[in-house]
């Protein structure tokens, strides 16, 4: 585990993470047996553009997240769900005072698509003031390709402040950890 947390030091973003298994065990297909995945932690500030309601409930169920390209509009780039059912209804009555159009002036979320088997998903819009700190996997086409982590709200931070650069990952030489 050393060694393979090691060589994604050395990596930057280049690999989103390592499979480092066992020497004294046969690969297992379809088992995590003997293996375990070394990922490099990843975080970004961002702001909080927009809400879902959960499925059935009146209670907030997952937060839109947004990040302002250099142009200032403030695009979606994902959501993140793990927020604490107790915290729920404090949380919803604190976002439904904050509900104003646009929320996204970029890229905005909602529409058809292969996941919501083609239903429109209804967001609620928020004024751009509120900025949480998330862990993420991975971009892909500047959008979290996962669901993120929600690791702490951040009222230290100037929503003007969290922009897609923080999503730049650094590349590197794979063929120089063989050696």
Same mark, same amino acid.
């Given at each position: 585990?050393?060694?393979?947390?090691?060589? +994604?030091?050395?990596? $930057?973003? !280049?690999?989103?993470?390592? /499979? *480092?298994? #066992?020497?004294? &065990?046969?690969?297992?297909?379809?088992?995590?047996?003997?293996?375990?995945?070394?990922?490099?932690?990843?975080?970004?500030?961002?702001?909080?553009?927009?809400?879902?309601?959960?499925?059935?409930?009146?209670?907030?169920?997952?937060?839109?997240?947004?990040?302002?390209?250099?142009?200032?509009? +403030?695009?979606?780039? $994902?959501? !993140?769900?793990?927020?604490? /059912? *107790?915290? #729920?209804?404090? &949380?919803?009555?604190?976002?439904?005072?904050?509900?104003?159009?646009?929320?996204?002036?970029?890229?905005?979320?909602?529409?058809?698509?292969?996941?919501?088997?083609?239903?429109?998903?209804?967001?609620?819009?928020?004024?751009?003031?509120?900025?949480?700190?998330?862990?993420?996997?991975?971009?892909?086409?500047?959008?979290?390709?996962?669901?993120?982590?929600?690791?702490?709200? #951040?009222?230290?931070?100037?929503?003007?402040?969290?922009?897609?650069?923080?999503?730049?990952?650094?590349?590197?030489?794979?063929?120089?950890?063989?050696?």
């Amino acid at each position: 585990m050393a060694q393979a947390k090691k060589w +994604l030091a050395q990596t $930057g973003a !280049t690999l989103d993470g390592i /499979i *480092a298994k #066992r020497l004294d &065990l046969d690969y297992r297909s379809g088992e995590r047996d003997g293996m375990q995945k070394i990922k490099n932690f990843r975080s970004a500030d961002c702001i909080v553009g927009g809400f879902r309601y959960g499925a059935k409930t009146k209670f907030v169920g997952s937060l839109l997240l947004g990040l302002y390209d250099e142009d200032g509009l +403030l695009h979606h780039i $994902g959501f !993140t769900s793990g927020i604490a /059912i *107790a915290d #729920r209804p404090a &949380l919803t009555k604190k976002l439904e005072k904050l509900i104003a159009p646009p929320g996204f002036t970029g890229k905005a979320p909602g529409g058809p698509s292969r996941w919501n088997g083609g239903k429109e998903n209804t967001w609620q819009p928020l004024k751009s003031e509120l900025v949480v700190e998330v862990c993420y996997d991975h971009v892909t086409g500047g959008r979290f390709r996962h669901g993120t982590k929600l690791l702490r709200w #951040r009222p230290d931070k100037v929503p003007r402040q969290c922009t897609m650069d923080q999503l730049a990952q650094k590349q590197s030489d794979l063929l120089r950890l063989l050696k």
